[in-house]
Nanobody, 121 residues
């Protein structure tokens, strides 16, 4: 019923930039918070950045000042602009959204398939 499709990952040198996008589609009634998580090999998945439906944001300390999360509510899309990338940012990045559908008005969490970000030193 609901799909989150991510794009924008890839290989970049340290100090470079990437912009991730995640578009939600399907029988969507409303979207509450949207977020980006990441998981590096051997590590647990961690929250990178989150944005509420009202535009309030929060970030994990390690990316503050370098990453910016934003959303386009008309397009049901969330973005993650990543600047000054470091090798330790290398991970699979996952999109997450709290979505109510026309068939189920409860807020359920949906995940994208993940996109690889690799930062070389």
């Amino acid at each position: 019923q609901v799909q989150l499709v991510e794009s924008g990952g890839g290989l970049v040198q340290a100090g470079g930039s990437l912009r991730l996008s995640c578009a939600a589609s399907g029988s969507i009634f409303s979207i509450n918070a949207m977020a980006w998580y990441r998981q590096a090999p051997g590590n647990q998945r961690e929250l990178v950045a989150k944005i509420t439906s009202g535009g309030n944001t929060n970030y994990v300390d390690s990316v503050k000042g370098r990453f910016t999360i934003s959303r386009d509510n008309a397009k049901n899309t969330v973005y993650l602009q990543m600047n000054s990338l470091k090798p330790e940012d290398t991970a699979v990045y996952y999109c997450n959204a709290e979505i109510s559908t026309y068939n189920d008005l409860r807020r359920n969490a949906y995940w994208g398939q993940g996109t690889q970000v690799t930062v070389s030193s």
